[in-house]
């Protein structure tokens, strides 16, 4: 596994009013759900990513206004079509 560091300057922290470990949460979480929305990650990979089960992660996802199915109008209307045997 890669490791990947960020250094942080003691001054940022205290701005933040944050820990180190709380910065590497929230930026996991912020990476997975951009890349999840950027199809970049799948939502199994974006959970892992974060270090959260799915339901956490699309919970996550639908409360930042992210769509977990992306699924146009002609979608279900051809989707419909099938459904009815209208081929």
């Known amino acids: 596994m890669t490791q990947v560091t960020i250094p942080v300057s003691d001054s940022i922290l205290t701005s933040l009013n944050m820990k180190a470990e709380e910065i590497v949460l929230s930026m996991r979480k912020e990476f997975a759900l951009k890349s999840f929305s950027d199809e970049k990650l799948t939502l199994v990979q974006a959970a892992n990513f974060c270090g959260v089960n799915v339901?956490?992660?699309?919970?996550?996802?639908?409360?930042?206004?992210?769509?977990?199915?992306?699924?146009?109008?002609?979608?279900?209307?051809?989707?419909?079509?099938?459904?009815?045997?209208?081929y």
């Open 55 to 86: 339901y956490d992660f699309i919970s996550t996802a639908s409360k930042a206004g992210i769509p977990i199915i992306d699924y146009s109008i002609e979608d279900v209307d051809r989707e419909l079509v099938l459904l009815n045997g209208n």
